[in-house]
């Protein structure tokens, strides 16, 4: 299948703003509380305030959102293969590397904040719990691309391909309680994104002739619904929140509705925007972007791999960290694919022998 340039150019986007805001953290996070400062995980700070805190609200407001719902757009040149051949394939191309790239990160960082396992065992067993920090993203897109593999060949598939997303939404704002097992919250945040893009789809010719008010009023929608999130790390201090208490207040007891909803409102407006402006793009500046987003996978990897060096060597300027894991991850991924064995394995690489698509 012919590669489409403009759909890699924007997963180029999304990973690009992946490493970005995990440079910020590893710049800005300290292991103490202080003044100023808000825990964004077990024994982990932020300061609140500054540029940085914005730019990393408008990167964690729709950057696996964007890497979602392409990967959705993605599966529709798969849906005609077995769906034993399908599972099997992405179970290569996503959770052979899901554990190796565990493995060697844990082996890279251990010690270091967020890897501090007790050891390998300690490691291991949370990496098939799915309660360690590892790369969650390949392990929920697999579980929803089966979700989606199968529910796709049953009767009404459209509809129950939109009941399934619903369904998320709905275990997301409190419908039930989700436990911390399985990436269950990653799966059921990505999973309606993945299907919003596998659904529009088809939809591609439509969103190139009406490029223009569908990227500005996506991107309308986006700023509303960013302010109401800004900034992300900081829940207390969100304008939703105080939305919500006010609705408490007249007896509206909607706040965990209302915050979910922005969250996915936010993230798909996001999306769309970014979709329609590139979609069918052709050019230099295409062609390039889209030479890291085909890399993706690795770059999202190795990155994951290097971020612990900077945190050992107390290198803390986020631009130098951004620049160098990106271009070195996209480096490293580079050589990695010319490897056989170490890119069939580490990469998922022998999903593309035929040229088949892998998001």
């Excluded at 911390?180 to 002739?209: C, D, K, Q, S, T």
């Excluded at 939305?243 to 408490?248: I, R």
Aim: proline fraction near 5%; glycine fraction near 10%; charged fraction near 15%.
């Amino acid at each position: 299948m012919q590669r489409d340039d403009s759909i890699d150019a924007i997963r180029g986007v999304a990973i690009a703003m992946v490493v970005v805001g995990h440079a910020i953290v590893t710049a800005a996070v300290v292991s103490h509380s202080g003044p100023g400062y808000a825990e964004v995980a077990p024994g982990a700070f932020l300061p609140k305030s500054g540029t940085q805190g914005l730019v990393l609200s408008l990167v964690y407001s729709f950057q696996m959102a964007l890497f979602a719902f392409v990967s959705g757009i993605l599966m529709r040149g798969s849906r005609k293969r077995p769906l034993a051949e399908q599972i099997g394939r992405r179970a290569w191309s996503l959770l052979v590397p899901y554990v190796l790239w565990f493995v060697i990160t844990w082996f890279v960082a251990v010690g270091t904040w967020p890897l501090r396992f007790e050891g390998l065992g300690d490691a291991m067993r949370q990496l098939m719990l799915g309660t360690g920090p590892g790369l969650w993203y390949l392990y929920a897109l697999f579980i929803s691309s089966v979700v989606v593999y199968v529910l796709e060949r049953l009767p009404a598939s459209k509809y129950l391909l939109a009941a399934s997303a619903l369904a998320a939404c709905w275990v997301m704002a409190g419908g039930v309680r989700i436990p911390v097992y399985a990436h269950l919250g990653n799966l059921l945040w990505i999973h309606p994104f993945i299907v919003f893009g596998y659904l529009m789809a088809p939809a591609r010719e439509w969103v190139i002739r009406h490029r223009w008010p569908l990227a500005l009023g996506s991107f309308v929608a986006f700023v509303a619904t960013f302010r109401l999130r800004h900034p992300y790390h900081v829940p207390k201090r969100q304008h939703m929140r105080r939305v919500a208490e006010k609705l408490g207040e007249i007896g509206l007891p909607i706040g965990v509705v209302l915050t979910h909803a922005v969250y996915y409102l936010c993230g798909a407006a996001g999306s769309i925007a970014v979709y329609a402006l590139y979609i069918g793009r052709t050019g230099r500046l295409i062609r390039l972007q889209a030479w890291f987003g085909r890399r993706s996978l690795g770059i999202y990897a190795v990155h994951s791999a290097l971020l612990p060096i900077f945190i050992r060597a107390h290198i803390a300027n986020a631009p130098v960290i951004a620049l160098v894991s990106f271009f070195s991850a996209a480096g490293l991924t580079y050589l990695l694919e010319r490897t056989p064995i170490l890119g069939d394995v580490l990469l998922g690489q022998r999903t593309h022998r035929r040229g088949v698509l892998v998001s």
